[in-house]
């Protein structure tokens, strides 16, 4: 028989993430601090328009782009939020999670061999999703002095004549790395000289702890260059409800709504109107979820000195990024051994690019019982690493 399978698909490497928490799941004792989702539950308005939405039997299609009246209250969030305006009309598209809009974007906008710029450490998905739509991913590797921050200068040498698009994700995931208005100002002179689109993962932007989220999309001469992706699953605590959205220029909008109507026809009916009451009524639950998590975020820092781990602090997402070279480990060694040690599970830091190395990604979606029982598993580790 022929080989059944595309080399393409084959030549990608699984995500690095899945190996520890298959190896958690039949270790009943252990605690992970390794999965980004929420440990609060969706909000009470969202689920109850949801269960509404099921009694009224509005178990239908919705239309290819969604529900409008959806798309009206996330333009007008959007607009409220971050004081970018769009047409929800011909400008939005809502998706299966944000996964699918970073997936349909690509798709829509690559030609064969062009490439895309992508700082890491980053999401796991950035890299297969280009190589899946025939483009070429560069990648970027930032550095923990700056923060992980793009500059630039470091943008400025990773383009070339085949550059088309730079992937954004900010705050970032696994860093917990933000880029404030003055980060994206100097790379947006350098992206409109060069004649550059920007898919913009926004996924966290509720989740900013010390300044507010600046989109890039909201800069001069930006909006008409960027896709801003973002998605219901983080901020509202609504990971299983699978619906996310894109927001950009009508021509590109509208190539990613044909992709989406021909693989997924539209995103799921139920989580379209609970989603309405998300926009709409949960200013104060995402406060709230926000105010917890940086107080879980002030508690791992400090942690994290009072051990000498260092870790530069990070002021988006739900995570941290803590340096682990002085134990002489690759990041992979220091989470196996973390796990089969202490019954710990954190993400090595590799997984979200080669530069990763020597970090680990630590989540802080947990409570605080859980955070101090973790950190004390991980604190005595260190201990008896240092002898």
Known sequence: MRNPLSDKVIKIKPSGIRKFFDIVSEMPEAISLGVGEPDFDTPWCVREEGIYSLERGRTFYTSNAGLLELRQAICEYMDRRFHIAYNPKTEAVLTVGGSEAIDMALRAMLNPGDEVIIP????????????????????????????????????????????????????????????????????????????????????????????????????????????????????????????????????????????????????????????????????????????????????????????GLPCFEPKGAFYMFPCIKEFGMTSEEFATRLLQEKKLAVVPGDAFGECGEGFLRISYAYSLEELKTAIGRLQEFVEELRG
């Open 120 to 307: 890491e450490p980053c999401y796991v998905s950035y890299v297969p999703c280009v190589e899946l739509a025939d483009g070429v991913p560069v990648t970027i590797s930032l550095k923990n002095e700056n923060e992980f921050r793009l500059t630039k200068e470091e943008l400025e040498n990773a383009i070339t004549d085949k550059t088309k698009i730079l992937i954004l994700s900010y705050p970032n995931n696994p860093t917990g790395a933000i880029m404030e208005r003055e980060d994206l100002e100097a790379i947006a002179e350098v992206i409109i000289k060069h004649d550059l689109y920007v898919i913009s993962d926004e996924i966290y932007a509720e989740l900013t702890y010390t300044s507010g989220h600046v989109s890039i999309a909201s800069l001069p001469g930006m909006w008409e260059r960027t896709i801003v992706v973002s998605g219901f699953s983080k901020a509202f605590a609504m990971t299983g409800w699978r619906l996310g959205y894109a927001l950009g220029p009508a021509m590109i909008i509208e190539q990613m709504t044909k992709i989406h109507q021909f693989a997924i026809m539209c995103a799921p009916t139920t989580s379209q109107y609970a989603a309405i009451a998300a926009m709409k009524d949960c200013d104060r639950d995402v406060a709230n979820m926000r105010e917890s998590y940086d107080q879980r975020r002030r508690y791992l820092l400090n942690a994290f000195r009072e051990m």
